[in-house]
């Protein structure tokens, strides 16, 4: 499976700026995505990131408050946009691989606003 | 909407003793149901993937089943390193819904 790696691995924000988190895979990928795990729930889908073109938000989710680029198949960023703590959270992109329904996930940002 | 239920949402054991972690779903048509692992501080590691009622994936002392309508992962005499927390999702390729686990911890 491809390795995934994320940068940075966690941070503290003030409330009112942006974090632009990386992401970057070993190989080439079709499908890219975005998740946010808030402590106690669930793992819940952003968006997926599209190889040029705007990527596909969730419901709950827009793109001026989590602007996503994807350049090329082996990267991607998330920006959380005017951070409230609210947005205090795991972040992680997953990849989905040619020919298997599962995805694989890389390491996490751990991300804390104050 | 796909709906994915974990029980319980803690489990303590005792090394070597055996147990099971339940996955119910509600799907409108199930492509696919998988099974990860997340150790504090990391991302979810792929475990397997399950596709019709019947069907069983093994992995060291882990045993994943499926039903119509939920999913067993049992634990043969587990170890301390397999606490973890086990995360079930449905759906299959671009869109995965999550459970919200099963935090496992297994005393020496």
């Known amino acids: 499976s491809a390795v995934i790696s994320q940068k940075p691995s966690r941070d503290i924000c003030q409330r009112g700026t942006s974090l632009t988190i990386q992401c970057q895979v070993d190989s080439q990928v079709t499908m890219m995505f975005w998740y946010r795990q808030q402590p106690g729930q669930s793992l819940t889908l952003i968006a997926t990131a599209n190889q040029g073109s705007e990527a596909t938000y969730e419901s709950g989710f827009v793109i001026d408050k989590f602007p996503i680029s994807r350049p090329n198949l082996t990267f991607s960023t998330l920006t959380v946009s005017n951070m409230s703590p609210e947005d205090s959270s795991i972040y992680l992109c997953s990849v989905g691989e040619t020919g298997g329904d599962e995805q694989y996930f890389g390491p996490g940002t751990r991300l804390t606003v104050t | 909407e796909d709906q994915v239920t974990q029980s319980p949402e803690a489990l303590r054991l005792q090394e070597g003793e055996s147990s099971s972690l339940n996955c119910s779903y509600t799907v409108s048509g199930l492509r696919g149901l998988f099974w990860y692992r997340q150790d504090p501080g990391k991302g979810p590691e792929f475990l397997f993937t399950?596709?019709?009622a019947g069907e069983e994936k093994e992995k060291e002392r882990l045993k994943a089943t499926l039903t119509k309508k939920e999913s067993f992962l049992h634990i043969t005499a587990p170890k301390p390193e397999d606490s973890a927390t086990y995360l079930c999702a449905v759906g299959g390729y671009s869109t995965l819904t999550f459970g919200k686990g099963t935090m496992l911890l297994v005393s020496p």
């Open positions: 399950l596709y019709s």
